[in-house]
């Protein structure tokens, strides 16, 4: 079992943003940036090839409400999207990276700072 099926199941904590029947969304435990998301269906799909394209539609809906908080409440200046698949992917279980994108460089906070931040929001 990967570690995103343990998160899934609460196996694992993590700082959830988001959560319904089909996805889970929650910062990424080693961000590359203040509000690194991360938005993984909770059925198990290995990569872009095997994802359903509806849910994959939905988690890019979601991809865009988390671009629009991270502008709002964090204050970034871009954001990156990305989803790996094959030999760059480290979890062998679909996801999207949400990475916002700061001009000035940001000192990385802690997940905790940065969930507490949001869900004050």
């Known amino acids: ?3 995103f099926c343990k ?3 609460n196996e694992i904590p993590a700082y959830k943003l988001y959560e319904d029947d089909e996805i889970l969304m929650f910062l990424d435990i080693n961000p590359n940036s203040n509000g690194h998301t991360l938005i993984v269906p909770k059925k198990h799909y290995v990569d872009l090839e095997d994802i359903d394209p509806e849910l994959f539609k939905k988690m890019i809906i979601k991809a865009k409400e988390v671009k ?3 502008e709002e409440v964090l204050h970034c200046d871009g954001i990156t999207i990305v ?3 094959g030999c760059v992917e480290e ?6 990276h949400v990475i916002p994108k700061y001009i000035n460089k940001q000192e990385l ?3 905790k700072e940065i969930y507490e931040i949001l869900k004050r929001a």
């Open 68 to 70: 629009k908080i991270c």
């Open 91 to 96: 979890v062998k279980h679909f996801h999207i």
């Open 83 to 85: 989803q790996n698949s």
């Open 109 to 111: 906070k802690d997940p």
């Open 7 to 9: 998160i899934i199941n």
């Open 1 to 3: 079992m990967d570690i």
